[in-house]
């Protein structure tokens, strides 16, 4: 059986080829790495108004299902808008461990004085 290189350009390309395709596959295994990492908590950094978000604001929040979002705003339709975020637990669904998870992606309800005035 004939080979098509001498044994000179066979040993050239060992030496240089193989290094060279190992680089490229630790470099590709390593890119790769990242996709099996675990991935973090994703942190929300927005504030949902109970009294004025759509349900796909609603949706957004932890643990809300579309189910639950449009719940929410079919309660908020009829009675009238939240007063405070207790009051959230009024509709069905949402209870104390659902409105601890969500709290803190909920804009604080204005306070309103004793004389009739919103106090920011």
């Known amino acids: 059986m004939k080979l098509f290189l001498r044994y000179q350009d066979q040993l050239t390309i060992l030496f240089w080829g193989v ?6 596959f630790s ?3 390593f890119q790769n790495m990242k996709e099996w990492e675990p991935e973090h908590q994703k942190e929300y950094q ?29 309660y908020r339709q009829t009675r ?11 509709v069905k669904g949402i209870g104390v461990k659902k409105l601890d998870t969500v709290k803190p992606y909920l804009r604080e309800f204005p306070s309103v004085t004793s004389n009739g005035f919103i106090n920011d």
């Open 19 to 24: 290094p060279f395709l190992g680089v490229i």
């Open 27 to 29: 470099f590709s295994f």
């Open 46 to 74: 927005f504030l949902v108004d109970m009294n004025t978000a759509t349900v796909e604001e609603i949706l957004a929040l932890p643990g809300i299902g579309e189910k639950l979002a449009e719940e929410i705003t079919l």
């Open 80 to 90: 009238g808008p939240f007063n405070d975020h207790r009051e959230i637990m009024n």
